[in-house]
């Protein structure tokens, strides 16, 4: 009977045992992860300590002068770029318009050796022929006086002040119908002219005065212009120049 007590009470008392060691680790983890608690005052004066700057000692010495970092190198700046050499504008200069004499010209190439004429002593002549069938079964005809020279270039006649061109080449379009009747030549080749005023004609801007005269000879149509920059007053004597050539143009059938 002793022994069934004995044994009926050992279960409650490890039951309660059990519980306080449980309750013990408990507690002692719970302490662990809990915070610091900090005492106000040394709180306080823990804040004041972080904001309040650290005194030097009396007998440290100060540097006056705080170095300075070295500073990085700057990249120098891009040389500058070489001009671009000045190319001097070709020195057209146009001959005198005193006219002081005349030459007499017959043209060597095939289509031009018909022509005869008369030019200002000084003036360039020049001829070109040459055939395009596409265009015309007959050669093409070009015969050129200008009153100007040049060191390299074909300038515009517009940009060369007191220039004159005289230029006649064979036409193959209708002849206008709005012309003034004019006769062409010691022959007296029927022909009408146009004259335009301040006229940019296609190549040759700034004109002054354009003169064109269409005529007929040795069964073909023919155009001769004359191109006439400024000033008005070397315009005016380059015109009578003009109209002397055109008075003495002859044709004739080789």
Do not use: C
Request: net charge positive; charged share 15%.
């Amino acid at each position: 009977m002793l022994k069934h007590l004995r044994d009926f009470g050992q279960g409650p008392i490890l039951a309660f045992v059990a519980v306080i060691i449980l309750a013990t680790v408990t507690f002692s983890v719970f302490k662990a992860s809990r915070p610091a608690q900090t005492n106000p005052e040394e709180a306080s004066a823990q804040a004041q300590s972080a904001t309040t700057p650290m005194a030097i000692p009396a007998n440290t010495r100060v540097p006056t002068r705080i170095p300075t970092r070295t500073p990085l190198p700057t990249i120098p700046p891009e040389p500058p770029s070489t001009p671009r050499p000045i190319i001097p504008t070709p020195a057209w200069t146009a001959i005198p318009a005193t006219i002081t004499d005349w030459i007499s010209f017959t043209g060597t190439l095939t289509g031009t050796k018909e022509f005869s004429f008369s030019y200002p002593a000084g003036w360039l002549v020049s001829e070109r022929s040459y055939t395009a069938p596409a265009y015309n079964v007959l050669p093409q005809i070009v015969i050129e006086v200008v009153n100007y020279a040049a060191n390299t270039g074909a300038p515009e006649i517009g940009s060369v002040p007191g220039g004159a061109k005289f230029e006649m080449l064979s036409y193959f379009f209708p002849i206008p119908a709005n012309g003034t009747p004019i006769a062409v030549g010691p022959q007296q080749l029927p022909g009408v002219q146009i004259i335009t005023d301040g006229h940019p004609a296609p190549g040759y801007p700034d004109l002054a005065r354009t003169i064109a005269v269409y005529f007929t000879a040795g069964g073909r149509q023919w155009l001769l212009s004359g191109y006439l920059s400024p000033p008005q007053d070397l315009m005016l004597k380059n015109a009578d120049a003009f109209y002397r050539f055109l008075g003495g143009l002859r044709y004739d059938k080789k």
